[in-house]
């Protein structure tokens, strides 16, 4: 026999012995409600998301370092391109669980080697870096390359340009939950498509990014989306988000 309950169906199986096997119908299986919101799609992005820059303005942003001042990258034929020593900049809202799509380009002048060609990266609340490097032709360390949870993780593959230069980072995010106390509970988690090609599959982040030493875990809320200034002129183009 079956309950059912709203969308939930409770299966009590009957044990005594002897009994006949419960007989579903197909019907006993399918339920109708909550019925999943309908989301379109125009111009690739969802009718649900969060549009946080679409070639005309950087108002859904500020600096990093200073969040009451605008943030003062450049913005020529609908792209966004780092105004290197401006440093970086963050999404006035907060966020938590998120799909966050990004589109990004290497330099078109190539100037400098491994960590110094074509830098810049994506801060997960402000504190887990996906990193954007020009990969091509670039040897460095494995956990700093383009698709990779800097210092932490390399991307599943190596993954290049399309034609068109431009690289399209689509992140699921999960971030890490903590108790009252301030303990971790939960890792945060990552999946990464880099052009439609997984490399990150549901990823454990340690801790933060740090450069020199190892990943630290404080207890965090929300937090913005960064975009990094590391000097290098990559530019971006349809970054949309929608929490989850
Ligand atoms: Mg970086």
Redesign the pocket.
Known sequence: MYIRLGSTLLFLALATSGMAQTKFQPEDTEFYSPKPRIVSVQHNVPSDAIVLFDGKNLDQWTSRKTPDQAAAWSIENDILTVKPGTGDIQTKQQFENFQLHVEWKSPTVIKGDG?GRG???IFLQGLY?I???DNDNNPTYVNGQAGSI?KQRPPLVEVRASEDKWHRYDIIYNAPRFNEDGMLIKKANVTVLHNGVLVQHNTPIEGTTEYIGLPKMEAHGAGPIVL?D?GDLVSFRNIWIRPL
């Open positions: 960590q830098n810049s990266g870096e990193q954007v490097l800097y990094q590391h």
